[in-house]
T-cell receptor, first 114, second 112 residues
């Protein structure tokens, strides 16, 4: 299994540009999520999904859109990139049963918005 | 949002020393998880504690969940350079397991 994969690994955008961060998992997990990690702020939840066709907002959803058309894929879209969205983005997935379920993280996408 | 405070934020020790890092909250958590994150990579789950007072061991790492389920600690015995990394604690928000809160983390450096 490849686990959770993310593309691209690095990206530089100009303010106002749009882009999609890709995330895929091959473990048939129902739950997928997106986090951003900033110095001094820790990991903060952007959006999450408990299954295909179901998404919901996390702690910091503004400026980001998501959709979940398949179990495997959970892309994150930035429609109008802003410098405040410079961050490292992590996608994660897990099963939804029990309190001890393991959440698997991807390797991250490092985004710089100029 | 329930907050998780981790201390210390930074720790630099010599190989072979023991250390303890802490994860505290004013709120009760149904479970807490500890992750280790190495530079340039995503966090990797080390352990989940679910019962107040629970102690779990993973080789030289000992994890404890407070009796009131508001705090947790991670103790490393005889630290090794391979233990270097960012240690994060995390727990489900009161709103449900879908939303997970992370602490800022403790950055550990073990010097050979």
């Amino acid at each position: 299994n490849a686990g959770v994969t993310q593309t691209p690994k690095f990206q530089v955008l100009k303010t106002g540009q749009s882009m999609t961060l890709q995330c895929a998992q091959d473990m048939n997990h129902e739950y997928m999520s997106w986090y951003r990690q900033d110095p001094g702020m820790g990991l903060r939840l952007i959006h999450y999904s408990v299954g295909a066709g179901i998404t919901d907002q996390g702690e910091v959803p503004n400026g980001y859109n998501v959709s979940r058309s398949t179990t495997e894929d959970f892309p994150l879209r930035l429609l109008l990139a802003a410098p405040s969205q410079t961050s490292v983005y992590f996608c994660a997935s897990k099963r939804t049963s029990g309190r001890e379920e393991t959440q698997y993280f991807g390797p991250g996408t490092r985004l710089l918005v100029l | 949002t329930q907050l998780l405070e981790q201390s210390p934020q930074f720790l630099s020790i010599q190989e072979g020393e023991n250390l303890t890092v802490y994860c505290n909250s004013s709120s009760v958590f149904s479970s807490l998880q500890w992750y280790r994150q190495e530079p340039g990579e995503g966090p990797v789950l080390l352990v989940t504690v679910v019962t107040g007072g629970e102690v779990k061991k993973l080789k030289r790492l000992t994890f404890q969940f407070g009796d009131a389920r508001k705090d947790s600690s991670l103790h490393i015995t005889a630290a090794q350079p391979g233990d270097t990394g960012l240690y994060l604690c995390a727990g489900p928000n009161s709103g449900g397991y879908q939303k997970v809160t992370f602490g800022i983390g403790t950055k550990l450096q073990v010097i050979p």
